[in-house]
């Protein structure tokens, strides 16, 4: 029972870290668009919808659940040797910047919702590729096991 506990919670968090990462990576993705519409437009609204939609059903959601998932697996199984696992450390690092970053697209959507944008489009295709660069090292740091 126990072994199958341990397996659902570490399954679900990969499920939220995934899901959460795919937001992260496609709410700039729409800022880049929303950028070159006119704020007041239909088009505006309409992305204005969707960024909130995925911001606050999806990213949110599943940034809360990797935590959520992530702190059981610490402190529930003691999955990390805090000691010895410095990979960890640095993981763990990593991930307050990515939360950092979600807190910066949130404040980016308030921008758009309240027609306040002062970023260009080259700006959004730029802060696209942080959470992509903090993924491919957290898979790193948690496959290869560097340190």
Known sequence: MFDNFYLYTKALHIISVISWLCAMLYLPRIFVYHTKVKPDSETSAIFKTMEYRLAYYIMTPAMIASWFFGLILIFYFNAINFSSDIWFHIKFLIVIILSACHGILLK?????????????????????????LIMVIIIFLVIVKPF
């Open 108 to 132: 980016k959507l308030r921008l758009f919702a309240n027609n306040k944008n002062i970023n260009s489009e080259k700006y959004y295709k730029y802060l696209n590729e942080i959470p992509t």
